[in-house]
């Protein structure tokens, strides 16, 4: 009797662990594209290689990117990545562990970077003259009060 009960509790251990092991999975891949290609690609701070460039990620959310090349101005920008109906609750536990096949989730961004332009001399000296005068105008117009 004791090794019957024995067995009935490896059977339903061994069931168990083969229905977890046997089904299904969630792969998710983001690409990252820019226009024109070639550009260093950050994804929230770490360098994830020459665009295009596709990563693994695991959590949906807000992704900060940085795409750089010579030439082009550096982009700075954030991208909000949101959830499929599936992966919220409860329809996550049917999709991630008892679907018997595997999803897929891909997503592409393209961003466009701009030509880098030189400013010009004359202009900036100009401008930064400019800025000077009202920084004295400013600093001559307010008053000094002495703390007490």
């Known amino acids: 009797m004791r090794q019957k009960k024995r067995l009935q509790i490896i059977l339903t251990v061994a069931i168990c662990l083969s229905a977890v092991l046997l089904s299904g999975c969630v792969e998710r891949k ?32 807000d992704y900060r990117i940085r795409a750089s090349m010579d030439g082009y101005e550096t982009l700075e920008t954030h991208r909000k990545l949101k959830a499929p109906m599936r992966d919220h609750f409860p329809f996550d536990f049917f999709a991630q562990v008892l679907w018997p096949g595997k999803i897929v989730d891909e997503y592409n961004w393209t961003f466009d970077l701009e030509k880098y332009e030189a400013p010009d001399r004359e202009k900036l000296i100009k401008q930064s003259l400019r800025m000077k005068e009202q920084l004295a105008t400013e600093a001559a117009t307010k008053s000094v009060v002495a703390p007490k």
Do not use: H, K, Q, R
């Open 30 to 61: 983001l690409t990252i594209n820019t226009v024109p290609t070639g550009a260093i690609v950050e994804l929230n701070d770490e360098e994830i290689g020459t665009s295009p460039v596709t990563v693994a990620f695991n959590w949906y959310g």
